[in-house]
């Protein structure tokens, strides 16, 4: 059965870094999102993209964030400078249409900032 | 604005007994709703999703869902829980999630 992978498993970078967090979609999925869950808390939207732009991003989802669909298969979250409230699990979901169809989400991706 | 609320952070479940865990949402339109399971290291799989029709949602592992509009709910049950069922449970509202419910199973 296909699935979403996320690369890596678990970042750690200084404070004021630059990541990039990795996720390969279904292959026949159009619609792609990323989500962040702080260590105890709720999951949080941060944005969807379709047709390579983005169709809908939370207030979370500010300037020092930025998606990206690279090449065919990659999609990306770059956090430009990160700070300590930035280390959460953040999880890559995939759908083939956009708020009715089921997303599959990855495994996700730990974040730890220092 | 949507919102989700789990008012449960933690229910205790013997096994084989039911289950059931709450959920209220506030949403102008027709919701659309889902339950998502995740457990520990885990990403989240979807258990159910309502956006129409029969307000009784059937889902994957045993596990089914009533939309009530007029309580403004969507709870989740399971009327035998096993063992493997020990996880957290989100509910969900377009894209916003609860705060989820975790759920120990005891022997």
């Known amino acids: 059965e296909p699935e979403v992978t996320q690369t890596p498993s678990h970042q750690v970078t200084q404070m004021g870094q630059e990541v990039i967090l990795r996720c390969v979609p279904i292959?026949?999925?159009?619609?792609f999102y990323w989500y962040r869950q702080i260590l105890g808390q709720k999951v949080e939207f941060l944005v969807s993209f379709y047709n390579n732009e983005i169709s809908e991003k939370s207030e979370i989802f500010d300037d020092q964030f930025s998606v990206e669909r690279p090449d065919g298969s990659n999609f990306t979250l770059k956090i430009r400078s990160t700070k300590l409230e930035d280390s959460a699990m953040y999880f890559c979901?995939?759908?083939?249409?956009?708020?009715?169809?089921?997303?599959?989400f990855g495994p996700g991706t730990r974040l730890t900032v220092l | 604005a949507q919102s989700v609320t789990q008012p449960d952070i933690h229910i205790t479940v013997s096994e084989g007994a039911s289950l059931e865990l709450r959920c209220n949402y506030s949403?102008?339109?027709?919701?659309?709703l889902f339950w998502y399971v995740q457990s520990p290291g885990q990403g989240l799989q979807l258990l159910l999703k309502y956006f129409s029709g029969d307000t009784l949602v059937q889902g994957i592992k045993g596990f089914e869902a009533e939309f009530k509009r007029s309580q403004s709910s969507f709870n989740l049950r399971k009327p035998s829980v096993h063992w493997s069922d020990a996880a957290e449970y989100f509910c969900?509202?377009?894209?916003?999630f609860g705060a989820g419910t975790t759920v120990t199973v005891r022997a």
């Open positions: 292959s026949n999925h159009l619609y």
């Open positions: 969900a509202v377009q894209l916003s």
């Open positions: 979901a995939s759908s083939s249409g956009i708020r009715t169809d089921t997303q599959y």
């Open positions: 949403y102008g339109a027709t919701p659309y």
